[in-house]
């Protein structure tokens, strides 16, 4: 079992640790609600160093990264990060990745999900034998990844005295050091509260420890997977393995606006095309339950007039906020549309749900 570099800070807080994509990861501290609610009204603070960190760089690095991504690199400013999809070339959907223009020329680093960190790396280095001038470097045991999200955030950034923090919009980021520490700091997220992640160059454990000592007035707490994993549903956001993996395309996950079509050329395009044009056999889909219950991964999606299976849920859960079952889903186009009727199979009865347009939660604005 892999183990993050903050795993002594974790046992230490009690948490419970449990096996995700092969490391030995906390699913919870105290509890998963508890932790959710600590997010939502103060600050989180997840240890996600168990994604991939692959740095691209080279005068080559910006002709290989549109020829593998699907978006727009090219749009990218230093400093500034976007979504974006690996494909297969059938259009499938390798992984969902950020990438991050850094400050030096010809200088990128790719976020990638930890389930797929060999997958993805063996796949650049295939693909980037071809192009010269590209340097492909795993840097995931060298650079830790630590997110701190929540209202109370900001304040608690404030207290290292860098206006450079305090002044990045969205997806933007700056480097920092805290307690000796270089860290590249980033606007972004997965919980959809205000927010920064830290690229730890160097032991994470001082920035952990620092976090969470500025911020204990404010309420933070370390937050686990439980908890992560509530929040980003309620945003609507993709889970890999879950609601996308390489049967799927981004035109039928619904996020066709990672997608780059006037870029040029790039790995799957042509399926892409075809399936945009054609219009997509199924759709990604939000619904609500409209009576008690809790949707879950691999349930069927029912017509419910005559209870037969249209679809399958991708991810559920029970909204702590909206005090509902939601889940998100594929069906066909026909079954898309927000305000439609659906039903959800829940251990042999039907429940019934009504299609909504993500997010579920929507936080206020500060």
């Not at 109370?152 to 520490?181: C, N, P, Q």
């Not at 992560?228 to 981004?250: K, Q, V």
């Not at 349930?299 to 249209?310: E, N, Q, R, Y």
């Amino acid at each position: 079992m892999k183990q993050t570099p903050l795993i002594a800070q974790h046992r230490a807080a009690g948490a419970k640790l449990v096996d995700f994509a092969g490391w030995d990861m906390p699913i919870q501290y105290g509890g998963v609600v508890d932790e959710y609610q600590t997010v939502r009204t103060a600050a989180g603070l997840f240890d996600v160093s168990h994604m991939g960190r692959i740095e691209v760089s080279g005068a080559g690095a910006l002709v290989f990264l549109q020829g593998i991504t699907t978006n727009d690199i090219a749009v990218l400013q230093p400093m500034h990060a976007q979504y974006s999809m690996v494909c297969n070339r059938q259009g499938g959907i390798k992984d969902d990745i950020f990438v991050y223009r850094l400050a030096g020329p010809n200088e990128y680093l790719l976020c990638v999900n930890a389930s797929n960190r060999d997958k993805i790396h063996s796949w650049l280095l295939e693909q980037g034998a071809h192009v010269p001038g590209c340097r492909i470097h795993d840097r995931s045991t060298e650079i830790a990844q630590i997110a701190l999200q929540g209202p109370a955030t900001r304040a608690v950034v404030a207290t290292f005295g860098s206006t450079a923090l305090d002044a990045l919009k969205l997806r933007e980021s700056t480097m920092v050091t805290i307690e000796s520490v270089p860290c590249l700091v980033a606007r972004t997220g997965y919980t959809g509260e205000f927010g920064y992640e830290f690229y730890v160059y160097g032991p994470p454990a001082p920035v952990w420890n620092a976090l969470l000592d500025r911020g204990q007035s404010a309420g933070v707490k370390p937050a686990g997977l439980g908890a992560r994993d509530l929040l980003r549903l309620e945003m609507g956001y993709l889970l890999y393995g879950n609601d996308i993996d390489e049967a799927t395309t981004p035109i039928e996950a619904g996020v066709e606006w990672a997608v780059s079509f006037t870029k040029g050329d790039f790995i799957g395009r042509d399926a892409l095309w075809a399936q945009k044009q054609a219009g997509p056999g199924r759709r990604f889909i939000a619904f609500e339950l409209l009576e008690k219950g809790v949707p879950r991964h691999g349930f069927k999606i029912l017509d419910p007039a005559t209870s037969k299976p249209v679809g399958d849920v991708s991810s559920g859960n029970l909204s702590p906020r909206l005090q509902k079952g939601i889940g998100l889903g594929y069906v066909p186009a026909a079954y898309a549309a927000p305000g439609t009727s659906i039903a959800v199979d829940i251990r042999g009865k039907a429940f019934l749900a009504t299609v909504v347009k993500p997010p579920f939660y929507t936080r206020k604005r500060t």
